[in-house]
């Protein structure tokens, strides 16, 4: 279930938060999705219970605030 969006700063990638924990108790995760095409690129593992994603005013890291785990997923999206 999306959870949360958060976009690139060129607004070309969208970053779709995502935790059903009916389907997978262990984590949750963001889906790069390039808005051009709609496909989704990438799958990006975090923590369990996200609730929140920011992108950085740089569009190089992605923040993830995980309630459940209680721990900050930090994303190097230059990467992904």
């Known amino acids: ?5 958060a976009f690139n700063p060129s ?3 969208a970053y779709v938060l995502r935790f059903d924990p009916t389907i997978n108790l262990n984590n949750g ?5 390039d808005l051009s095409s709609f496909v989704a690129s990438t799958i990006i ?8 994603i920011v992108v950085t ?3 190089l890291t992605g923040l993830v605030t995980n ?3 209680r721990t900050l997923s930090i994303l190097n999206l230059a990467t992904n």
Do not use: K, Y
Request: charge should be negative; proline fraction near 15%.
């Open 29 to 33: 995760n963001v889906v790069v999705l």
């Open 1 to 5: 279930s999306p959870v949360d969006i």
């Open 57 to 59: 005013p740089n569009g």
């Open 67 to 69: 309630f459940d785990s």
């Open 45 to 52: 593992p975090v923590q369990v219970g996200p609730t929140a």
């Open 11 to 13: 607004g070309t990638l």
